[in-house]
C-alpha cells in the first residue's frame, strides 16, 4: 500500500540549489522508493494510499556517514592533541584490540548504532576491526536496526600490533564467510529490485598496514564478487612519505591503490584526500573515485584542509564522513558546518574558488554521499525513501522562511528536534 507524507518539504536535486514545497506531499510505495512528490494531494494520484501529515515540520532526505570506524567509538574526544600515526600506535589500534571480545564489541557497537539513529544517519560506510565474529554481529545489529551500512572487516599485517595483525589466509577466509552469508540473501525479502540494506565492503585499512599479498587478495575479492572498497587516502604528509617507501614502484598513493585493483574497478570510496593533487586526482577523476571528506578529523589530527571546492570543481563525487574517532562527532548536519568553514578558510587563503553554499553542503550530504548506496539521498521518483522529520519549534522558527528553519537546525539543532526517522520507507 502507498503511503503520503504531507509536511514541508525541502531536498536538493541538485547541487546549486534547494527544492522547497511549503505543506507539500511525497508519495511512497510499498517497496519503500518515492513516487512523486507535489504541492498538492491531487497531482500523485494516489486514492486509498495512507495520509501522515507531520504539521508544521520539516521533512528532508537522512543523513549518510561515508567513513566511520565502529570499534573507535569509545575514543571519542581521547588524544586529539596528536597527529595521526602516533595517535593510532597509542590509542586506536589498543581499543580496537578488545573487539575480539564479542561482550565488548556487542557492548560498543549496539551503543555506535544507536547513536547513528539518533543523530539522523541512515546510511554508513563502516570499519569494524580484523575480528571475523565481531564485524559479523556489527552486521546483523545494523539488520536488525533497520538501517543501511556496507561494513568492512579490516585487513591488516604489516606495522601494527600483533593482535590486530591477520595472515591473508585468514583475512581472506573470514572475508569469504561474511561475503557467502551476504550474498545467501542477495534479494531483498521485501522486493526482487532492492539490494540488501547491509552488504560487506573490501576494507584495506590503508596502504601502510598491507602488504603486496593482503592487498591483492583484497582486489581479488573485490572483483570477485564485485564488493566495493573502502580506505584512506592521501590523509597525512608523515602517511604520504610512508607509502612512497613501501610501494616505490607506484607514482602517487592513490596508483598504489589502483595497482591492486582497489581504486575505481569497482565503487570505490577513500577518506580524507587531504593532499591529493596532480596525477593521483586525475586517476581518481578517471575511476570515479568517491572522496568521504572528513574536517574535524582533518582538524584533530593536524593533517590539513581537504580542497572540497576543487573536488566538485573537478566533478569528484564527494560525500561527508564523522571519522569517529579522529572525528569527535557523529553528527553529519555538524560535519556540514564544518566542511563549509573548511571551504572558507581555503577561500581565504585564495580567492580563486568560492566556498561551498548550504545547498552544496546539503547535496553533499544527501544526494551526493547517498549516491554510493544506490538511489538513496533525494525525494526525486525512484529514490528511496530515507528521510528525517524535523521539529524545529523549540528554535524559535517564527518568522523564518522554511531555508532559513533548515540552515538554522544545521547549524543550531541536535537530535532532539528529530521526530521521525525512515529507512527505504520503514520508520526506523
Known amino acids: 500500500m502507498k503511503k503520503i507524507y504531507k509536511a514541508h518539504i525541502l531536498y536538493t536535486k541538485e547541487r546549486s540549489r534547494f527544492e522547497i514545497l511549503e505543506n507539500g506531499y ?59 600515526l602516533p595517535w593510532l600506535q597509542n590509542y586506536t589500534f589498543p581499543e580496537e584490540m578488545k573487539y575480539a571480545s564479542l561482550d565488548y564489541a556487542g557492548r560498543m557497537y549496539r551503543r555506535f548504532v544507536r547513536d547513528l539513529w539518533r543523530f539522523g544517519t541512515m546510511r554508513a560506510c563502516v570499519f569494524a576491526t580484523i575480528h571475523t565474529e565481531s564485524t559479523r554481529l556489527l552486521m546483523q545489529l545494523f539488520q536488525e ?27 581472506t577466509q573470514g572475508q569469504e564467510s561474511l561475503i557467502s552469508e551476504a550474498h545467501s540473501s542477495l534479494l531483498s525479502p521485501d522486493s526482487c529490485l532492492l539490494t540488501p540494506l547491509v552488504r560487506p565492503i573490501v576494507t584495506p585499512r590503508f596502504i601502510p598496514s598491507c602488504t603486496p599479498e593482503m592487498l591483492r587478495a583484497c582486489g581479488q575479492l573485490a572483483a570477485n564478487y564485485q564488493l566495493p572498497v573502502q580506505s ?17 614502484e607506484s607514482t602517487c598513493y592513490g596508483d598504489a591503490y589502483d595497482r591492486y585493483g582497489l581504486f575505481g574497478q569497482t565503487p570505490t ?21 568517491m572522496v568521504a571528506h572528513s574536517p574535524t578529523s582533518n582538524f584533530n589530527v593536524a593533517s590539513g ?37 573548511v571551504s572558507k578558510m581555503h577561500y ?9 553554499s548550504l545547498s552544496e553542503a546539503f547535496w553533499i550530504a544527501t544526494k551526493s554521499g547517498g549516491s554510493f548506496f544506490g538511489r538513496v539521498g ?9 528521510a528525517l522529520v524535523i521539529d524545529d519549534r523549540d528554535l524559535n ?28 520507507g520503514k520508520e526506523i
Not at 592521501?234 to 613501501?246: C, G, H, M, R, Y
Open 305 to 341: 584542509m581537504a580542497p572540497v571546492r576543487r573536488f566538485l570543481d573537478e566533478g569528484l563525487p564527494v560525500g561527508l564522513g564523522s571519522d569517529i574517532s579522529g572525528g569527535h562527532d557523529l553528527n553529519i548536519f555538524r560535519m556540514m558546518v564544518y566542511a563549509i568553514q
Open 397 to 424: 522558527h517564527d518568522n523564518y522562511t522554511l531555508l532559513e528553519r533548515l540552515e538554522r537546525y544545521i547549524y543550531l539543532g541536535d537530535d532532539r528536534q528529530i521526530m521521525h526517522r525512515f529507512c527505504r
Open 269 to 289: 570510496v577513500m577518506a580524507h584526500c587531504v593532499w591529493t593533487d596532480g596525477e593521483e586526482l586525475e586517476l581518481m577523476k578517471r575511476r570515479g573515485v
Open 378 to 386: 533525494s525525494f526525486e521518483p525512484g529514490y528511496e525513501f530515507d
Open 145 to 171: 536496526s533497520g538501517m543501511g551500512a556496507l561494513v568492512g572487516k579490516v585487513a591488516m599485517n604489516r606495522n601494527c600490533p600483533e593482535g590486530l595483525s591477520e595472515s591473508v589466509e585468514a583475512y
Open 232 to 248: 584512506h587516502l592521501s590523509e597525512n604528509k608523515d602517511e604520504i612519505a610512508l607509502v612512497k617507501t613501501l610501494e616505490p
Open 348 to 356: 581565504q587563503q585564495n580567492h580563486e574558488r568560492p566556498f561551498l
Open 26 to 84: 511525497v508519495a511512497v510505495d510499498a517497496d519503500g522508493l518515492v513516487t512523486g512528490v507535489a504541492s498538492d494531494l491531487a497531482s500523485l494520484d494516489c486514492q486509498d494510499a495512507e495520509v501522515t501529515d507531520f504539521g508544521d515540520c520539516l521533512l528532508i532526505p537522512a543523513m549518510n556517514d561515508l567513513h566511520v570506524h565502529a570499534p573507535q567509538y569509545r575514543n571519542q574526544g581521547i588524544a586529539m592533541d596528536l597527529e595521526l
